[in-house]
């Protein structure tokens, strides 16, 4: 955990300590709740973002003052270690489990509005708000990279005739992408929309919190921009969120609470019996 907390919240001044031991929870709770998530190739998380990012090189002594001033604790809902999923920057609304995962929901993985203090939480972050564009044809060569990886279907078409919003979940969300090239259909559904979209200098498009606007000429797409909120899967803690709260003074358990609404803090220990 202390090759954890650091590499996944940053920041270590003092006034956002009580941010940074929520995130201690928040990861030992991710950790509780994934043993033996790949049992069969003998370890249990992967040490990036598909899971949580582990960087000892990155510890600092805040990061591990919040590990032993939570020592054991974790959250729980039934009596069960919760999916304690977090993102960087919610956008104002954090999403549900089920619009940006193949899940099913969960009540303490709801879409809440992001605001408990002063204002939306995470409105200090430089993601807040963004925009980003791509050139119709950039934005073809980009497909026709990312589609084939994330739909398993290859990509047919040099210009894209269309992009179209089909749904949404609760807190705006999209969850249902069509894009229409002069070939074929292709439909992307949540995370899948992050990572086809990628951003022309490299990386997944920040969030799925997005409107497409389009420029048009004759019956291709020429230019895309694309106007969004926030950054990450917005399930859960929003760091930059959390970071506020402890500014205005909230503590850990408070901050907790307030994005895994319902859960209870409990002391959890694994035992392993001695080996023969």
Aim: neutral net charge; glycine residues 10%; aromatic residues 8%.
């Amino acid at each position: 955990l202390k090759g954890v907390v650091t590499a996944e919240i940053g920041h270590e001044t003092d006034e956002v300590a009580q941010a940074v031991e929520a995130q201690a929870v928040a990861a030992r709770t991710y950790v509780a709740g994934h043993i033996n998530q790949y049992a069969s190739e003998g370890f249990d998380l992967v040490p990036t973002v598909m899971d949580q990012v582990y960087r000892p090189d990155k510890r600092h002594p805040n990061g591990d003052r919040a590990v032993e001033a939570t020592r054991a604790l974790i959250l729980t809902h039934d009596d069960r270690p919760i999916r304690a999923n977090y993102a960087s920057t919610c956008g104002g609304r954090t999403a549900a489990v089920d619009e940006s995962f193949d899940a099913d929901p969960l009540p303490y993985l709801v879409s809440r509005e992001d605001k408990l203090g002063e204002g939306i939480c995470c409105r200090t972050s430089s993601v807040y708000r963004w925009d980003i564009a791509w050139t119709g044809q950039e934005l073809v060569q980009i497909l026709a990279e990312t589609v084939p990886e994330v739909t398993g279907k290859p990509w047919k078409g040099s210009a894209i005739r269309d992009l179209k919003i089909m749904e949404k979940g609760p807190s705006g969300r999209v969850t249902e992408l069509r894009v229409r090239t002069d070939l074929a259909e292709y439909t992307l559904k949540k995370g899948a929309i992050r990572r086809a979209f990628t951003r022309p200098g490299g990386g997944w498009m920040r969030s799925t919190a997005v409107e497409f606007k389009l420029e048009r000429r004759n019956d291709r797409v020429e230019r895309v921009i694309a106007e969004g909120k926030g950054w990450g899967h917005g399930v859960g803690m929003c760091q930059w969120g959390a970071m506020q709260l402890s500014k205005e003074g909230y503590d850990f358990r408070t901050i907790l609470e307030h994005y895994y609404p319902g859960t209870t803090l409990k002391p959890w220990y694994v035992v392993q019996a001695a080996a023969e």
